[in-house]
């Protein structure tokens, strides 16, 4: 059979074979595109949901939740960006004596025999209210009514002044001054238990022994240390303590935070095993508070200068004073053994008294002045606490008619230079306003500037 006698299928056979082998090298290479895009379609659809988690995580550091905050802070640092940032910052209220004298005992005074100090604080307590803890030093006692309510030299004080200064704002109180014996052991003890009954925090003295002598907060995810001490008026020949000339009773010695600047060393000694205590507790950062000083003088003794540094080196981050009655300075204090940084205002003077021009033989105004000193921690992303900012505003206490009866005011001078509106101030008390505006604002103006002006300069490396 010669080619064209062929069956014609048999010509066929090697053309089909190779038609067979090109299909399934078609099939392949069409498979293998599928796959191909299936694969990256997963890959794509991985990575967008990453991305999405990724935005819905940063998302969530705007809210109001300081562990939302830390946890995306963590996220931040494990991707690897080496930065730190701040996590939270509190900010912290102080403010000096509160002093309740006759005059403000009457203007306090109700027909049904009930006392209401809330108008003492109707212009400030809006500023109060706005940090995020505010602290107040009362110099007097709640000795109850089976004793009469009395003024100087032995302080007994109405109940509902704890009430007023809640309501204004106060959430802790400081209770370890020179009156606060002025009740006898019964008004010690009452005084910080009537506190607690009505929710409000203090520290100085206490109740009972098995209470802790100094408190810690936790303010925006930041805890504070609070401590707070007095000092001791001399002794007798059997060695009792003395707070204004009074003898403690025996049970009294352990019930108040108090020093003697004869002994000064164990008085350094309380302090650091207390510090120790509160930073057991968790306390990142320590605000003291001592009763010190010269009544009346406008500038630091020799003994709060020597305190203060020591305080420094034990590691205090910032040290409040009271008891002068007046504003003292504001200045930094650096440890030479340590390098600790301390921001200490010698005295607060008074918050709210009828300590006044007219009836005090300074004839100065410097009684009648206040402030509100603000302190500013900063937490950062790696743990951190620092004090980064201070700031101030001048208080001045104003004796305003309201009705029939005379109420001391504290005023907040923030503005007076600008404006007097809405402060229930005449032409002359705006005067005597501003007076004390000046007053302050030469006192602590030039040391809280060169601190803020240090701390900015190390802004961003905790």
Not at 56 to 65: D, F, H, L, P
Not at 150 to 167: C, M, R, V
Not at 311 to 334: A, N, S
Request: charged share 20%.
């Amino acid at each position: 059979m010669n080619k064209k006698q062929r069956p014609q299928n048999y010509s066929y056979r090697p053309t089909n074979r190779r038609r067979n082998k090109n299909s399934n090298t078609f099939r392949f290479i069409v498979f293998i595109i599928l796959l191909i895009c299936i694969v990256g379609a997963s890959i794509a659809l991985i990575v967008i949901n990453t991305k999405n988690k990724d935005n819905s995580n940063s998302g969530k550091t705007t809210g109001t939740s300081v562990q939302t905050t830390i946890n995306s802070e963590k996220v931040e640092n494990e991707k690897g960006d080496g930065k730190v940032k701040v996590v939270s910052t509190a900010n912290i209220l102080n403010t000096g004596d509160i002093l309740i004298h006759d005059s403000l005992l009457e203007g306090a005074s109700n027909s049904d025999g009930t006392y209401d100090f809330s108008k003492s604080f109707a212009y400030v307590n809006k500023t109060i209210s706005k940090v995020d803890f505010a602290v107040c030093n009362l110099e007097v006692t709640f000795g109850g009514t089976t004793r009469k309510y009395s003024s100087f030299p032995l302080f007994n004080t109405p109940d509902s002044l704890a009430d007023a200064l809640k309501n204004a704002g106060f959430d802790l109180l400081l209770t370890a001054n020179n009156h606060s014996y002025d009740t006898g052991l019964s008004g010690l003890k009452r005084t910080p238990q009537v506190l607690a009954d009505k929710g409000i925090s203090s520290t100085g003295s206490r109740a009972s022994v098995t209470n802790k002598p100094y408190v810690v907060k936790e303010i925006n995810g930041i805890k504070i240390g609070f401590l707070n001490y007095t000092y001791e008026t001399p002794s007798d020949a059997q060695g009792r303590k003395a707070l204004n000339g009074n003898f403690l009773a025996p049970e009294a010695n352990d019930l108040i935070n108090t020093f003697n600047y004869d002994k000064l060393d164990e008085f350094y000694y309380k302090v650091k095993t207390n510090i120790s205590a509160m930073e057991k507790d968790g306390a990142q950062a320590i605000m003291l508070y001592v009763h010190w000083g010269t009544e009346y003088q406008t500038t630091p003794n020799d003994y709060q200068k020597t305190i203060a540094k020591k305080m420094c080196d034990l590691g205090v981050d910032v040290l409040i004073g009271g008891h002068p009655h007046v504003i003292q300075p504001v200045e930094t204090i650096k440890s030479e053994t340590t390098g600790n940084q301390m921001v200490c205002l010698y005295s607060m003077g008074n918050a709210l008294s009828n300590q006044r021009i007219a009836l005090m033989g300074l004839k100065t105004g410097h009684t009648e002045d206040g402030i509100l000193f603000y302190t500013t921690f900063t937490k950062y992303s790696n743990g951190e606490v620092k004090l980064t900012k201070i700031d101030y505003i001048p208080t001045w206490v104003n004796i305003a008619t309201v009705g029939s009866k005379k109420i001391h005011q504290i005023v907040p001078l923030d503005n007076i230079m600008n404006s007097t509106g809405g402060l229930g101030l005449t032409a002359e008390t705006a005067t005597n306003a501003k007076n004390s505006y000046e007053r302050t604002k030469k006192l602590v103006g030039s040391g809280i500037d060169a601190f803020n002006q240090s701390a900015s300069g190390s802004a961003g490396t905790p």
